[in-house]
Nanobody
Framework: QVRLVESGGGTVQEGSSLKLSCAAS????????MGWFRQAPGKEREFVAA????????TYADSVKGRFTISRDNAKNTVYLQINSLKPEDAAVYYC???????????????????WGQGTQVTVSS
């Protein structure tokens, strides 16, 4: 079993930056492809970014390309999401998710992810 705990959310001004973290339990974290998703009020949960188990491959939603950066530190069992130039439409609950098999290419399909965190709230003030 893997437990994922997100942190780093909060209320930030439009145009500012924020770095979210997702800490994972379990000694096999380095084998897990990881992803970040978000859900705004009244909307469906949507894909944000994903990273391979090695950190060598990243995928982003078109809406966040150039502003968001996903990274991971396998020694710390942590995956990060750096968010720059925050926009009001970035306000959402952000979730991290893990895929149990390193052979799976992580991406936007939510049903490939086996473990989910509880989420961290990001609010953008103008």
């Amino acid at each position: 079993q893997v437990r994922l705990v997100e942190s780093g959310g909060g209320t930030v001004q439009e145009g500012s930056s924020l770095k979210l973290s997702c800490a994972a339990s379990g000694r096999t974290f380095s084998n897990y492809p990881m992803g970040w998703f978000r859900q705004a009020p009244g909307k469906e949960r949507e894909f944000v970014a994903a990273i391979s188990w090695s950190g060598g491959s990243m995928t982003y939603a078109d809406s966040v390309k150039g502003r968001f950066t996903i990274s991971r530190d396998n020694a710390k069992n942590t995956v990060y999401l750096q968010i720059n130039s925050l926009k009001p439409e970035d306000a959402a609950v952000y979730y991290c998710a893990a895929v149990r098999s390193r052979t799976v290419v992580p991406g936007a399909r939510q049903n490939v992810y086996d473990y989910w965190g509880q989420g961290t709230q990001v609010t953008v003030s103008s």
